[in-house]
């Protein structure tokens, strides 16, 4: 891998010149309520940085919250049919977190494995991560217990990590790289170095390997229904959670003209399972809860190889009250 | 707390209770609901004057309901709940013991709902100065203004219903918004739709709401939601005189006809 240096002074330029390519550029901005949320911006001075993690992850980017697929209108000979998928952006993520860097590459095997799904596919290559290591972390952070840290390079096409009053630069693919092309006289060369002493250490919960083979047992585990007594059946960690990729189709219109969407979903709310005829196969909080725990550790290991929790602690952060995913876990693979 | 915790205790020990939601500490020293249902949990229970959240939601939980006897602690927000729930004949079929600990940090059980009724009397929350001052610099907008700044809020809501599910008077078995036969309100998360939850939800908790400020509290975009319903009720207020979560015999406003009520909005 390729490693730099850029001057803490030249950043607004390399933003400059990011925006100056018409690109889509988003990045951590704070809005009013004093919470930070990627949004699109248009200068430096906007981008918010000081903050520890952004309320949401950036999978909107790839995954939108709602999602135009395509639209139709009867006409007199046939059918009109607007393709949306030309209109998607070429983007650029800036501020990202390793953690949410890395939840890219589970959400791409859950869309691309099998059957891939064009719009998310073509969203994909169309975005760039820059990445910016934690120098600072909270409680709710546990990325180390997951196998990851502030520092991974996984799933970002550039890692940022601030070392006095200059950016280590790590250039991990091509797509990063042709960044860094284009702005080549802010880049010096520099040996790979330790990024140790400038990264947050938050405390690590759990040993993952540990944790994967206990909870392949912890499906009836009686402590399921105390740690979900808090949970209030609200779709807020999914929509938070940069892994959670539950949608919804819906077509709004009539029979002369429409729009099919894609909407976020949540296995957290109960209409998420419920079938037409009333019955609900997941009837309580309680199973509810277990599937999206369960989810994260052991269905998405069995089905793509990859534990899908990447220890942002954003559900932990947003939730009405507090659940606490990684004592969660703890306790469920306790001895019963 | 000590006294708090004997007390649950000895509830648990006797029969009283088969369950107590109260609150520990979590992350960041923030409180956080709990629910002790063995001796072996007691010492997690604290009570501090943090302990905002509005536990009274949790009693339509069908966990709870199955538990049957159970102690609720109860801050003012949860007090008012349970006195407005009751009005609308929602705990039938739970058999409460509430809680609560007064300004003079004194453990209260108290012994009935007409001793409920009393404590807040004497302790009626005011809205906070934040939210006075808010209300009024809304009430001060025009109407275009207002119908921007609501519209730019609700265009960054996600819908995840975050609102609904923390308030105890949103205990419908069927929402609006799951119904799609017809579709009233759009499932998708867009600003017209938005609007229309938000006001649809406004409009069914007008002289209900406590105005406790969980929903805008916990809204994960930041959304100041909780001064729709404050300002309905300060409107119920006025027009009926009628306050919500003070007793729990007396319908709500909306739901209940006094021959003196003022009609000079039929035309």
């Not at chain 1, 918010?48 to 952004?54: C, L, S």
């Not at chain 1, 702005?183 to 690590?204: G, H, I, M, R």
């Not at chain 1, 938070?240 to 949608?247: D, I, S």
Request: one cysteine or more; charged letters at 25%.
């Amino acid at each position: 891998m390729e490693t730099k240096l850029l001057k803490s002074s030249d950043v607004p330029t390399l933003f400059d010149n990011l925006i100056k390519s018409g690109k889509v550029i988003i990045a951590p901005v704070t809005r009013q309520s004093g919470k930070v949320f990627f949004e699109r911006v248009y200068s430096y001075d906007q981008v918010e940085k000081d903050y520890i993690q952004t309320q949401f992850s950036a999978k909107s980017v790839v995954f939108p919250k709602v999602e135009e697929l395509f639209a139709f209108r009867k006409t007199d000979d046939g059918v009109d049919i607007k393709d949306t998928l030309s209109s998607i952006p070429e983007t650029v993520v800036w501020g990202i977190r390793p953690c949410d860097s890395s939840a890219f590459n589970y959400i791409s095997e859950f869309f691309l494995r099998e059957n891939p799904d064009a719009y998310f596919a073509k969203r994909k290559e169309l975005t760039t991560l820059i990445a910016i290591g934690c120098a600072k972390s909270d409680d709710a952070c546990f990325c180390t217990s997951v196998d990851l840290n502030p520092g991974s390079t996984a799933g970002s096409d550039i890692l940022l990590t601030q070392m006095g009053d200059s950016f280590y630069v790590e250039v991990v693919t091509e797509k990063g790289n042709s960044i860094v092309s284009e702005s080549a006289s802010l880049f010096t060369a520099t040996p790979e170095k330790s990024k140790d002493n400038y990264l947050a250490k938050p405390t690590t919960k759990f040993s993952v390997d540990e944790i994967a083979k206990k909870i392949k047992t912890a499906y009836n585990n009686t402590q399921w229904k105390h740690e979900s007594m808090g949970c209030y059946s609200c779709g807020a960690c999914a929509f938070a959670c940069p892994t959670c990729t539950c949608f919804d189709i819906q077509d709004e219109g009539n029979s002369e003209e429409g729009v099919r969407k894609r909407c976020w979903d949540a296995c957290g709310l109960s209409l998420f399972t419920k079938h037409n005829s009333g019955h609900n196969p997941r009837k309580n909080q309680t199973e509810r809860r277990r599937q999206r725990l369960m989810h994260k550790f052991k269905y998405s290991v069995e089905n793509l190889g990859i534990i899908s929790c990447v220890g942002c602690g954003r559900c932990i952060r947003v939730c009405p009250a507090h659940l606490n995913i990684f004592e969660n876990i703890l306790n469920v693979t306790k001895e019963d | 707390m000590e006294q708090l915790q004997n007390k649950v205790a000895e509830l648990l020990e006797k029969g009283t209770i088969s369950l107590m939601i109260g609150f520990q500490t979590g992350l960041c020293n923030d409180p956080v609901p709990c629910f002790i249902e063995s001796a072996s949990q007691i010492s997690q229970l604290i009570y501090n004057s943090h302990c905002k959240h509005n536990l009274a939601v949790y009693l339509h939980k069908p966990e709870v309901k199955q538990a049957k006897k159970v102690g609720i602690f109860g801050n003012i927000a949860t007090l008012r709940s349970i006195l407005q729930l009751l009005s609308e004949n929602q705990l039938w079929d739970l058999e409460l013991t509430i809680i609560t600990i007064n300004a003079s940090q004194e453990l209260i059980v108290f012994d009935s709902i007409a001793s409920v009724e009393q404590y807040i009397q004497t302790n009626f929350p005011e809205l906070t100065d934040e939210e006075k001052e808010l209300i009024e610099k809304i009430n001060a907008m025009s109407r275009q203004e207002r119908w921007t700044y609501w519209k730019d809020l609700f265009s960054t809501c996600i819908k995840c219903y975050a609102c609904r599910a923390v308030c105890p008077m949103c205990y419908c078995t069927q929402c609006t918004v799951e119904c799609n036969q017809p579709q009233w309100i759009k499932v998708s998360s867009e600003t017209s739709g938005n609007f229309e939850w938000h006001t649809m939800r406004a409009m069914h908790l007008a002289g209900r709401c406590i105005n406790c400020g969980e929903c805008g509290r916990i809204c994960p975009v930041g959304i100041p939601v909780h001064l729709l319903t404050a300002k309905m009720n300060l409107d119920i207020k006025k027009e009926f005189g009628a306050r919500s979560g003070i007793s729990s015999s007396n319908g709500y406003a909306l739901n209940t006809f006094n021959p003196n009520d003022k009609d000079g909005f039929i035309k």
